[in-house]
Structure formats: structure tokens, C-alpha cells
């Protein structure tokens, strides 16, 4: 089935159950990515993932009125996503081995083979970049991860949070501006 989402998407409202498996296979890996970016841990990704399709499920009825079926169902996610951040505030921590962290933390880490000391050095930044992430509000830290490391466009983000272009700009400058001053207050303080 190799058909465009806006056609997927009339056929799972027309009843095609492939349409929807189609659907599925389509946004399982970019929603589970999203998810473990803000969540960190993978039991969490996969119940945001689980969640995600059962509410786009329910919510068919709604896909009517979508123009854009990709910004809707980031938005579920985004959202289940948030709510399970905030459920959970105070409980996290970070990752114990670098086999837990991110896969974009993880595949930068491995770009280039280095010295032990510069491997050491690099996952020392990169704890520190995830530590900084999360002490950030959910909308920034949703924003810095969509824009920085997924690599959505701020039009995209705008779509998916439904909300202005200006307003994504703002909370990723805000959250870009409090990851600097972590990030330099805690590398400065373990010197």
C-alpha cells in the first residue's frame, strides 16, 4: 500500500483497517522517537506510542476537519507525552548508562571513533545537555526537542501545538537561553 496520508487517512475514515495499520507503520518510529526524547526511558515511549494510535482511533470522527493528519497525531502524542511528565515530576533522573540515553545523543556519540578521554568528555556534555532538557517546562522542552533534535520546522511545531509561528520562536529561544545558563553554571561549577 503505497499511498499518500491524506488518502490513508480517507480510507481508515471510510473503514479500511489496513489503512490505519498503514498509518500505524508510518508513525510508530517518529512518535516513539519524540516520546523517548521527552520521557527518556523506553516502557514510557511505548505507552505514548500504544496511547497515541488508541486515541487517533477514537478520535477518527475529528480527522474530517484535519488538514494536516501528521500534526495531529504529534499533538496527541506531545500532549500524552506532557502528561505523563508532568504525572511523574520529581521522579526523574538520568539515564544510568549511555545505552538508555536518546538516539540522537546516542548516534552523535558515535559519529567519530575518539580517545577515551574525548569519549568521556563528549558523554559528559550530553548528560548535561539532557540533565538541562529537563529541567525545563514542558511546552520548551517539547519545542527545543521537536525543532533540535527531530528536526521539525517551527510552521510544523506552530501546527502541531496550534499556535502561532511566534510563539514556537519564543519558546525556543527561552528554552535554548536556559539550556546555555544550565549548562554553563554546571560546567563551570564542576571544574
Known amino acids: 500500500m503505497n499511498k499518500d496520508i ?12 489496513k489503512a490505519f495499520e498503514t498509518l500505524v507503520d508510518r508513525f510508530k518510529r517518529k512518535i516513539y522517537s519524540l516520546a523517548f526524547q521527552v520521557l527518556g526511558n523506553h516502557l514510557d515511549a511505548d505507552e505514548v506510542v500504544q496511547e497515541t494510535f ?7 470522527e475529528e480527522l474530517k476537519d484535519v488538514k494536516y ?5 504529534i499533538r496527541i502524542a506531545t500532549n500524552y507525552s506532557i502528561d505523563l511528565l ?20 546516542q548516534l552523535d556519540l558515535a559519529r567519530r571513533v575518539a580517545t577515551p578521554s574525548e569519549d568521556f568528555e563528549k ?37 502541531t501545538f496550534d499556535c502561532p509561528e511566534a510563539t514556537v520562536r519564543s519558546n525556543l ?10 549548562l554553563k553554571q554546571r560546567l563551570k561549577s564542576k571544574e
Do not use: C, N, W
Open 6 to 17: 491524506p488518502q490513508l487517512v480517507q480510507d481508515f475514515l471510510d473503514g479500511d483497517p
Open 123 to 159: 558523554k559528559r556534555l550530553m548528560e548535561e545537555v539532557y540533565r538541562a532538557l529537563e529541567q525545563l517546562p514542558p511546552r520548551q522542552k517539547l519545542t527545543a526537542i521537536l525543532h533540535d533534535v527531530e528536526g521539525y520546522s517551527k510552521a510544523e511545531i506552530a501546527r
Open 86 to 105: 508532568r504525572k511523574r515530576r520529581g521522579h526523574s533522573g538520568m539515564p544510568d548508562d549511555s545505552a538508555s540515553l536518546p538516539g540522537g545523543i
Open 173 to 182: 529561544h527561552i528554552a535554548r537561553t536556559k539550556i546555555k545558563k544550565i
Open 69 to 73: 493528519f501528521s500534526s495531529f497525531i
Open 54 to 60: 488508541v486515541r487517533v482511533y477514537r478520535k477518527r
